[in-house]
């Protein structure tokens, strides 16, 4: 059986490697580790032009929209707060379109960290700009419990309180249309968010590629997998 495609969105920044230092479009490891230790092919999506969304879903069978920069506030009509990072309009305008487009086919889409604020914010809901207690020091991944709400996807997943890596000082505010809550902080941080079935699409505020549990990631490629099939999407890239 072919494995399903995955496309990751990456970041688009400064680097270094070997002799060369400039502009790159970067995922870190851990992300296509996940997705290839959960039974997918791993594709990167760096910035394109919005126009290019569509096309690009079209030949995926699954969609992770990666972490990183802060969503830029203008995108849910706020002001910034001098504590927000910042922007990353490239990937702003290029993710959003990516998830409109897995909105509009159908295509099982995962939103880690940023990709869930910005799957949020594409379904017109609002972040909150500064959160205290989810950052353990700059340049460290925490952990802090999660807890899932009964009857959700998420909850089918991971049906008990689990520990998971986290790093984010934002979170949703005002929920997207049509997204539902599945998992919260102990603090009561929205933590996990989704659409109603047959739709899947979840987002998660925690970082999955920096731990061991594969339940959330084995979900959309499994996910993948059966809506390729039933498509007959494996091999058209």
Known sequence: ????????????????????????ALLPAPYPRLVQESGGIAVMLPPDGPEAAAATVARLDGLVVAGGADVEPVRYGAEPDPRTGPP?????????????????????????????????????GTLVQHLEGHVEAVGVIGRHAVKPVPGTRYASLVPELAE??????????????????????????????ELAAPAWVLGVQWHPEMGEDLRVMRGLVEAAATSSVTSGAVGRA
């Open 1 to 24: 059986m072919t494995k399903p495609l995955i496309g990751v969105t990456t970041y688009l920044d400064q680097a270094r490697w070997g002799v060369w230092e400039m502009r790159a």
């Open 88 to 124: 990353a309009r490239e990937r702003d305008s290029w993710e959003l379109a990516l998830i409109e487009a897995a909105l509009a086919s159908g295509t099982p889409l995962l939103g880690i960290c940023r990709g869930m604020q910005l799957l949020n914010v594409a379904l017109g």
């Open 164 to 193: 998971v890596p986290t790093y984010h000082h934002q979170a949703v505010d005002r929920l997207g249309a049509g997204l539902a809550p599945s998992a919260h902080a102990e603090d009561g941080t929205v933590e996990a968010v």
